[in-house]
């Protein structure tokens, strides 16, 4: 599977984006889809998973409420809506996938094994 993260750019705090996930190489409605970031200096967080097409969604404390991640089949790419960002959403977002995770793991960075490149999010205040 390649993925393929596009969407991010410069907000002022308040403001929307929406990130995207192109993948190919697979069909991603049975694959576990996560959205993870990284801040400067800091670890990886995860923000957001959806189990299969039609299944559950899972946020970060921090993110809820906030973002949603969804699915377009038909498009074979997975989003993430960010709304209400904040200056600490800044950091680079990366979409990952694998075809199976235990619900236990899916906050987990090691568990997925398909990456995107990453695509900056900056939130100005």
């Known amino acids: 599977v390649q993925l393929q993260a596009s969407g991010g750019g410069l907000v002022q705090a308040g403001g929307s984006l929406r990130l995207s996930c192109a993948a190919s190489?697979?069909?991603?409605?049975?694959?576990?889809m996560g959205w993870f970031r990284r801040a400067p200096g800091k670890e990886s967080e995860f923000v957001a998973a959806?189990?299969?097409?039609?299944?559950?969604?899972y946020y970060a404390d921090s993110v809820k409420g906030r973002f949603a991640i969804s699915r377009d089949n038909a498009k074979n790419t997975v989003y993430l809506q960010m709304n209400s960002l904040k200056p600490d959403d800044t950091a680079v977002y990366y979409c990952?996938?694998?075809?199976?995770?235990?619900?236990?793991?899916?906050?987990?960075?090691?568990?997925?094994?398909?990456w995107g490149q990453g695509t900056q999010v900056t939130v100005s205040s």
């Open positions: 959806s189990r299969r097409s039609g299944g559950m969604s």
């Open positions: 190489g697979r069909t991603l409605d049975t694959y576990v």
């Open positions: 990952a996938a694998d075809s199976y995770i235990i619900m236990t793991q899916l906050t987990t960075p090691r568990a997925y094994d398909y």
